[in-house]
């Protein structure tokens, strides 16, 4: 039952439905309608943060919602479902799959990872999903047990490349390199890139922001009317 879930995902578009407290379409009345507009367009999963979030999502929707809950504790950089707490808040929100950071950062409290795993295996029946910056942390992900690896946090450790474009790369290299579905996310910005993705090896494409964020996609559209104005006629 559970590992059909993911076979529902296999080959398309999952919706990254989040907003921050300082954005205008922050609220999960907001997110939800978001996440309907999704299903409208034919995206085939929902990644969705906060335990609210997920009870609203899945009100409109009968999609796969990946759950996660965004935490900050202090001494740690880890803050995509860090604890325990935040795991067992979005399984009872309903989430399908807990995505949680899989990165070699130190946790919170010291909890190791293979031990948060462990746990949750040991109380939980659910899907689990790996947030990843590298290959290694990849590779370690699935001999911890993880179902699912998403390339999530490429650019957001020190350790993983820093660029403006997705990590195609890193979709390719795990493809290779692990059994289970990886998941490309993170930076893609257009449907080339998506496909692009696919043919690297990607399980399905998650896509947040240049959907899900309509000031991000204003900008865009701005930012090169600003350059063509302030390019020199030739």
């Not at 759950?67 to 001494?75: A, S, V």
């Not at 993983?160 to 493809?175: G, N």
Request: proline share 5%; net charge negative; with cysteine.
């Amino acid at each position: 039952m559970l590992h059909s879930i993911i076979q529902t995902l296999k080959g398309g578009l999952i919706v990254s439905c989040q907003a921050l407290e300082e954005e205008p379409f922050y609220g999960s009345d907001y997110m939800a309608r978001f996440a309907l507009a999704a299903e409208m367009g034919k995206a085939v999963g929902i990644r969705a943060n906060t335990p609210q979030d997920i009870r609203a999502i899945k009100k409109v929707t009968n999609l796969p919602v990946i759950g996660l809950w965004k935490k900050e504790y202090t001494g740690s950089d880890v803050y995509i479902t860090p604890t325990l707490t935040e795991v067992e808040g979005i399984i009872a929100a309903g989430a399908d799959i807990v995505a949680t950071d899989a990165t070699l950062r130190n946790r919170p409290g010291n909890v190791c990872l293979a031990d948060l795993v462990k746990e949750i295996r040991e109380k939980h029946q659910v899907l689990l999903m790996a947030d990843v910056s590298s290959v290694a942390e990849g590779v370690e992900a699935e001999r911890l047990g993880f179902d699912l690896i998403s390339t999530t946090l490429s650019g957001y450790t020190a350790y993983s490349p820093q660029s403006e474009e997705p990590d195609i790369q890193l979709v390719a290299d795990l493809s290779q390199m692990v059994s289970i579905p990886v998941l490309a996310e993170g930076r893609i910005h257009s449907p080339e890139q998506t496909v692009e993705s696919l043919r690297a090896g990607a399980y399905a494409v998650v896509i947040g922001g240049a959907i899900t964020r309509p000031q991000l996609i204003t900008k865009k559209y701005t930012d090169a009317i600003l350059q063509y104005h302030n390019v020199p006629e030739i």
